[in-house]
């Protein structure tokens, strides 16, 4: 069943949408992730233009995130504070990414700079994944093996120090300001909520506890995707809600389904196969780039 998508400008079968959110959600299910970083390549190989792909994936982690979000209240493990700081640096990013999104939109260099942005997001987190997974089975096969200590690092020597009484933190406010604004300019470049950059900067950088980390990364992540669809919407102009819907609704039934397959697998083995799912995604998208296309040149519809 084709549905035509008015801002995309494509007609594409609406079962193929609903089955990309359904995997999509199938791989958040499993791996604990938001998908957006696989969802957006996705689109682009059906030929979704990235400008939409980007502003539109976003909608779809809004309503995941805060569906997350609730569970993590009811168990009292968001640092609202710590998250409240994160999302000034995070609409800071997001408003500056989406500026700069829509300057190169003009030029006509967006869709080369969300792919060249993926190659390297995708390719350097996959070959961090893989080889930290890697590590992890080999230390679970030694017997007796202990974890390390984290020391105090830098970060705890910065000015402008507050206290974060939910995750026991008495540190600077710079680098998690600094960090959200990164997360944000990811946010409106690559239609991503920035988890898998957020949640490891949290624990290893700032020294967050793990039990509230995920709980405070959603929180921030739901008000800055949600100003960035608002910001692509009425300054771009690329967000499609057909779209938004069918991969939403997909996305929610896959979620289901991925969690009670991640059950039964280990934490290690998750961690390697998303790892080489990544990689082959960033391994396509580089190869779209560097082979020749088939058609040199092509025309929209109703194009001259």
Not at 144 to 162: D, E, F, I, N, Y
Not at 273 to 278: D, E, F, S, T
Request: glycine share 12%; charged share 10%.
């Amino acid at each position: 069943m084709q549905i035509y998508l008015p801002i995309a400008e494509v007609s594409v079968n609406a079962f193929l949408l609903l089955g990309l959110g359904g995997l999509v959600g199938i791989l958040s299910g499993m791996f604990g992730v938001g998908g957006g970083f696989l969802m957006t390549p996705l689109l682009f190989f059906i030929g979704i233009p990235p400008a939409v792909a980007v502003a539109t994936e976003a909608n779809q982690i809004v309503a995941s995130s805060f569906s997350g979000v609730l569970a993590h209240l009811r168990r009292k493990t968001v640092d609202l504070k710590m998250g409240s700081v994160l999302l000034v640096g995070g609409l800071v990013g997001a408003a500056a990414g989406v500026q700069l999104f829509a300057m190169l939109k003009a030029m006509g260099q967006v869709e080369l700079l969300v792919k060249l942005c993926y190659v390297a997001f995708l390719g350097i987190i996959g070959t961090l994944m893989f080889t930290e997974s890697l590590r992890a089975i080999t230390r679970s096969r030694k017997p007796g093996a202990k974890p390390t200590r984290r020391q105090h690092s830098w970060v705890h020597k910065l000015p402008l120090k507050m206290k974060f009484r939910t995750s026991g933190l008495y540190i600077s406010a710079i680098p998690p300001v600094l960090v959200g604004a990164s997360v944000g300019v990811l946010a409106a470049i690559m239609g991503v909520g920035g988890g898998f950059i957020m949640v490891p900067a949290m624990i290893y950088l700032l020294g967050m506890p793990t039990k509230v980390v995920v709980g405070t990364s959603l929180f921030q992540i739901i008000f800055v995707t949600a100003f960035t669809t608002l910001m692509h919407a009425t300054t771009n102009y690329t967000v499609d809600m057909a779209l938004a819907v069918l991969l939403l609704v997909g996305g929610v039934i896959g979620a289901q389904i991925g969690t009670r397959i991640g059950v039964k697998m280990k934490a290690e083995q998750l961690r390697i196969l998303l790892a080489l799912l990544v990689l082959a995604v960033c391994l396509k998208l580089g190869l779209d780039l560097l082979l020749r296309p088939d058609e040199l040149y092509s025309l929209g519809n109703g194009g001259h």
